[in-house]
């Protein structure tokens, strides 16, 4: 059982590319989130979905594109990539069921030059 | 205000000393709390989970919720060096998860 699993481990962009984090699970879990982690900001939320076909936006959508077109897998695309963007990217699952934990893959390292 | 409010340390202790964690929170909202540990350079990894005030006891771990003060707490006994990490509280209400900027503990042997 891999849980959550996030690929790649790290990627380094230059200004202006694009580019899509991946993101998979395999415990049927509906909903999945990607969160970004900067130094003292704390997890703040990109995009979210509650199952197949259904995303939403979150706390810092902009410069971001997501899609859900099966359960199992939840990608971040990045479409034009810029020094802000640089962060430690994570995406985590759960079942939509009330009062369930989040599960967290080992996250994505991004720098944008 | 921050929805959530977290000391981020850096905390600093000996082998074996009681560590205590804390974070106040301002939505009544909330109804369900965990303690995320992350180590540096991985995800963050379910420590503890709770969904009423009170104590939950997991081996050396406690988490204690208090709801009337909006305030979270987790205890470690006999703390190790392998407790060395950033420990984030993260309270809840249906999907809607909201994270402390979590406190960095060494637990120096």
């Known amino acids: 059982n891999a849980g959550v699993t996030q690929t790649p481990k790290f990627q380094v962009l230059k200004t202006g590319q694009s580019m899509t984090l991946q993101c998979a699970q395999d415990m049927n879990h509906e909903y999945m989130s990607w969160y970004r982690q900067d130094p003292g900001m704390g997890l703040r939320l990109i995009h979210y979905s509650v199952g197949a076909g259904i995303t939403d936006q979150g706390e810092v959508p902009n410069g971001y594109n997501v899609s859900r077109s099966t359960t199992e897998d939840f990608p971040l695309r990045l479409l034009s990539a810029a020094p802000s963007q640089t962060s430690v990217y994570f995406c985590a699952s759960t079942r939509t069921a009330w009062n369930s934990p989040l599960h967290f893959g080992n996250g994505t390292r991004l720098t944008v030059t | 205000q921050k929805e959530v409010e977290q000391d981020p340390g850096p905390l600093s202790v000996p082998e074996g000393a009681i560590v205590s964690l804390n974070c106040t929170y301002s939505n009544s909202a909330f109804q369900y709390f965990m303690w995320y540990r992350q180590y540096s350079r991985k995800g963050p990894e379910l420590l503890m989970y709770t969904y009423s005030s009170g104590n939950k006891e997991d081996g050396r771990f406690t988490a204690q919720v208090d709801k009337s003060s909006k305030y979270i707490s987790l205890f470690i006994r006999d703390s190790q060096p392998s407790d060395s990490a950033t420990y984030l509280c993260?309270?809840?209400?249906?999907?809607?998860?909201?994270f402390g900027t979590g406190t960095s503990l060494t637990v120096i042997p």
């Open positions: 993260a309270p809840a209400t249906g999907n809607q998860f909201y």
